[in-house]
């Protein structure tokens, strides 16, 4: 059942979860945050990728400050409020070459990112966007976020009165690729998550619900660990099996979904839910809106597609990082910039 | 009132005969949307062959179809191509603006018009000419939805009797702008040859201009500013551009779009470019950021409102870091303002873009040709100061046609910055990104991707200390704030030096920057030919300014700062920078009617307030 029988103590790098490490958490203790940069850290680690290769972007909260707290030998960059979708196309399109890891809240996605979120998700851009979601802004203390739900209460007992934007549901409309829905307390289904969203080309989107401790756990909160453990409804039992890792297992195809990633890595969702296609998108989103119908909270992979092209593939860039490329290219030669004037005289 | 030798009136103020030579402005009222930008284009590149310098502004609405429109083509002999602001020879198709167009004429002027319009009994003081362009272009244009193109051609025919433009010109320029669409070609040049034979056969000749042939534009090119900058950043290297829409400043990119199709496929058949039409200006900014930080050469393009709504993000790239290029061609503001005129209004506003304490590069094109170098100039800057730059034309250099010398092919390397490899790294061991280590108070930075493991660092727009670190210390901040203004005091030395042209004993000096050095290089003439005023001339070319700039004015009694803009602009960020003892030198010259500056308007206030 497990495709990864015991942790080595190096990965096939040679790196060990050390080198994946990032600085000591400043974030209040028992954040779901924290839980994800371990969650990214053990996976990062266990799929092998290189720290170097990583780019990690985000936009301002405390979602966005957790790029800090792992992985210190990726670059990272913290921007502005709401813009990290277009810092970090921008970053993809200087070079390819990079993988994109994007950390986001709630607060920064849904409400004043919500134009670039949209338009990130249309594009399929390579890059795996994490919405670190806990219904609240944690950083100008407790204030609603248009992910929160109707009828969930701050601590003052003050009740949302709008409907909550489903950054699944949009993205699955709107053109992105992998789309899943998990929680910080779900280790193992998280882990999975963001092997397989490594192993995945194009756009990524995780909404992992990751509650505040300090502003949005309590009773009458439907983003709190309560109510996230009383109403989880998994989808699947996700299982992924790396490419590298040379292992066949069988499985039973009435009951598990298996998807092979572009990398030649395998998705195995042991369906809990009967007839439930992740390549279906309609049924997907009929699926997310049935859940807010009855109160679930529902993770799991909701949407996958493995063959769209990529905004790279649209845009037919060149193999090497645009960044880098010498001047010699970059520049036209004499015969271009005489051919130009002569067709202007 | 006009001083130019517009000829010589009688007491009626009728036109004596007295020929007028490659010394007119002709103006073309019309509707926008009705096709008449082809037949003005052929008119202005057929004068160009004709080897008089010659130059078209298009004053046009905001607005795709109906409103009115004019555009002006200026002949001049002695290479005045700035706005003239009377117009000698008017061609009235606009049922709508005719009477007003003909009554603001001074007189002597010509007037061709539209023969349903009856505008000939409106002066006696002016030329009319009647032609009947419903009944010629049905000749010559038989499917009758056509017509309203074609007519437009008609004009352009009697104006080449009238003006003696020759006929072969007409048809080589018209071939050129029709290229590949023969049939076009024909059917226009008939049009036009159907104006040609109807003002030999019905119009006498009665107004003095006349277009000479001459040899002033061997081996020269007519582009616009915004093509001219387009292809400047395709040689610069420019790897990703970003932009939004918005008048005056999409033709840039559109036109670098077409430009990097054609010459920047790699030999394998894919882009060596990247190219997004953003969703906005602050995502167009956002992926300039990004791509920046990434270490590509990155670049948006956009006008007033863009400017505003990348505000944030400018002052990220100021604290950061990171290299920009901004190409801000000015419209009229505030706010949506006048987009299809032009100004020099988003000097401060772009100069401090941004909260806190920031300051930005600015660099000044005035010409095409200088729209095509200082791309160069703007990428090696972002890129060696690790900061955004703002390239600032205007509407009026980016949208219109300027007669050029071709550009020399640019011999300047490109020039990447302070940029650590991962064989850099493998000497030095580590680095501190923010570190002030060669006392130019510029920091050695390294590429997302660099696989060393000392390579990376934290990017934040939140107050850092050298090591890049989150720090809220009060000797970090003042430290690193100490060093950007440092940094930026640097810069002074690197961007484009001004252009200064003195004469012996001239005690007023003239400051102007952009697109405006045209008026201004015809008003100088005009002020030491009317007024035996004889003045100096220095041309700003970049902010922060250079030394000379203070120099110029301590040695001048009293210094002109002409701009386009209400708040006098430009003189206000030399108030900031001079030396307190020289600012009651400085006087404003400040006009804002979103009009190409004319040199007339330049030198009545110039003379007015020495007292001439």
């Known amino acids: 059942m497990a495709t990864t029988p015991s942790t080595p103590k190096t990965n096939r790098l040679g790196l060990a979860v050390l080198d994946y490490r990032g600085s000591k958490t400043t974030l209040c203790a028992g954040c779901g945050h924290n839980a994800i940069s371990e969650r990214i850290i053990d996976a990062m680690f266990e799929m092998g990728v290189q720290p170097e290769r990583v780019a990690k972007l985000s936009g301002i909260g405390c979602s966005s400050k957790s790029p800090a707290y792992f992985m210190s030998r990726a670059h990272s960059f913290n921007s502005v409020h709401g813009r990290m979708p277009s810092v970090a196309t921008g970053a993809v399109l200087a070079n390819r070459s990079l993988m994109a890891l994007g950390v986001s809240g709630d607060g920064d996605t849904a409400s004043i990112g919500i134009g670039q979120f949209i338009h990130l998700m249309r594009r399929n851009l390579p890059i ?20 929160a739900d109707l009828g969930s209460t701050l601590k003052s007992g003050i009740a949302n009165e709008l409907p909550p934007i489903d950054t699944c549901e949009l993205a699955i409309s709107l053109g992105a690729t992998f789309v899943g829905r998990s929680f910080s307390g779900d280790k193992k289904q998280l882990h999975s998550m963001l092997k397989a969203a490594i192993a995945h080309k194009g756009t990524v989107l995780l909404d992992v619900i990751s509650p505040c401790v300090t502003f949005n756990d309590h009773e009458g909160s439907t983003k709190s660990y309560k109510y996230a453990i009383d109403h989880e409804e998994p989808l699947q039992e996700i299982n992924f099996i790396p490419a590298f890792e040379n292992i066949s297992v069988e499985y039973d195809a009435g009951t598990t979904v298996e998807v092979t990633m572009h990398d030649g890595s395998r998705l195995r969702l042991r369906k809990l839910e009967e007839d439930y296609d992740p390549t279906n998108k309609i049924q997907a989103i009929t699926r997310l809106n049935e859940a807010k119908e009855k109160d679930e909270m529902l993770t799991g992979v909701l949407y996958v597609n493995t063959q769209a092209p990529t905004f790279l593939d649209m845009l037919n860039t060149a193999d090497e990082p645009l960044a880098t490329l010498p001047a010699s290219v970059v520049r036209p030669g004499r015969e271009v910039l005489e051919q130009v004037m002569e067709e202007l005289r | 009132m006009a001083t130019t030798d517009v000829g010589l009136h009688d007491a009626a103020g009728r036109a004596a005969r007295v020929p007028v030579v490659n010394n007119m402005s002709i103006q073309v009222a019309t509707v926008n949307g009705s096709g008449s930008q082809s037949s003005n284009t052929v008119l202005l590149r057929s004068i160009f062959q004709m080897g008089v310098p010659v130059s078209g502004k298009n004053l046009f609405p905001s607005n795709i179809a109906g409103l009115p429109t004019w555009y002006t083509i200026r002949a001049n002999k002695d290479g005045y191509v700035a706005r003239k602001k009377e117009i000698d020879f008017l061609i009235a198709m606009n049922v709508e603006t005719a009477r007003d167009d003909v009554m603001s004429l001074d007189p002597g002027a010509a007037v061709l018009y539209d023969e349903p319009l009856k505008l000939g009994s409106l002066r006696n003081d002016l030329t009319f000419y009647s032609v009947p362009y419903d009944k010629l272009v049905a000749t ?17 025919g009697v104006v080449a009797k009238l003006l003696d433009i020759e006929m072969g010109e007409i048809e080589k320029a018209l071939r050129k702008q029709f290229a590949k669409k023969v049939k076009a070609a024909n059917l226009n040049f008939a049009a036009a040859q159907a104006g040609f034979d109807y003002a030999s056969s019905s119009l006498t000749k009665a107004d003095p201009f006349r277009i000479e042939r001459m040899n002033k534009n061997v081996g020269k090119i007519i582009m616009d500013g915004n093509s001219a ?27 670098m779009i077409e430009y990097l199709k054609r010459f920047r496929i790699g030999p394998d058949g894919k882009a060596t470019f990247a190219v997004v039409q953003a969703e906005d200006e602050l995502a167009a900014i956002g992926m300039v950021i990004g791509a920046g930080w990434a270490g590509a050469r990155a670049m948006t393009t956009t006008s007033g409102p863009g400017i505003s709504l990348m505000s944030e993000f400018a002052g990220l790239s100021y604290y950061a870091e990171i290299p920009a290029v901004v190409w801000d061609i000015q419209r009229v503001g505030p706010s949506t303002g006048l987009p299809t005129r032009t100004s020099q209004a988003d000097i401060l506003s772009t100069a401090f873009l941004s909260h806190g304490d920031t300051k930005h590069i600015m660099l000044f094109p005035s010409s095409p040709h200088e729209c095509f170098e200082m791309a160069m100039d703007a990428f090696n800057l972002a890129e060696k100061i690790q900061t955004i730059v703002f390239v600032m034309s205007d509407l009026d250099l980016g949208m219109n046609n300027w007669i050029s010398d071709p550009f020399p092919y640019p011999e300047k390397p490109i020039e990447r910055g302070k940029v650590l490899t991962k064989e850099d790294l493998d000497k030095f061991g580590s680095f501190s990104r923010y570190k002030d280590v060669d006392g130019d108070a510029i920091g050695y930075r390294t590429l997302p991707g660099t696989q060393h493991r000392a390579a990376a660092y934290f990017t934040r727009g939140s107050g850092h200390n050298a090591e890049a670190q989150y720090s809220e210390r009060a000797e970090d901040y003042e430290g690193n704030m100490e060093r950007l203004r440092r940094k930026f005091d640097h810069a002074r030395s690197l961007v484009p030096a001004p252009v200064i042209e003195t004469v012996l004993d001239a005690e007023i000096g003239i400051i102007g920057f952009g697109s405006t050095h045209w008026a201004l290089t015809e008003s100088r003439d005009q002020l030491r030919d009317e007024h035996k005023l004889t003045t100096d001339y220095l041309r700003i070319r970049a902010y922060p300014f250079a030394n000379e700039i203070s120099e110029f004015v301590r040695s001048h009694k009293r210094v ?8 006098a602009q430009m003189l206000a960020l030399l108030r900031l920078d001079l030396d307190g003892e020289l600012v009651p030198k400085l006087r404003s010259v400040a006009r804002l009617d979103g009009l190409p500056l004319d040199a007339r308007s330049v030198t009545d206030e110039i003379a007015a307030m020495e007292g001439k």
Not at chain 2, 140 to 156: F, H, S, T, W
Not at chain 2, 560 to 567: G, I, K, L, P, S
């Open chain 1, 128 to 147: 795996i966007y994490i919405i670190e979601d806990n219904g609240v802004y944690g950083l100008t203390k407790g204030q609603f976020s248009a992910t």
């Open chain 2, 560 to 567: 002109y700062v002409v701009e386009q803009n209400r708040d």
């Open chain 2, 229 to 255: 900058s387009a292809l400047g950043c395709v040689f610069a290297g420019c790897t990703v551009l970003s932009w939004y829409p918005i008048t005056p400043s999409s033709s840039l990119a559109e036109s």
């Open chain 2, 140 to 156: 010559v244009c038989p499917e009758a939805k056509l017509r309203k193109l074609v007519k437009n051609m008609i004009y352009v």
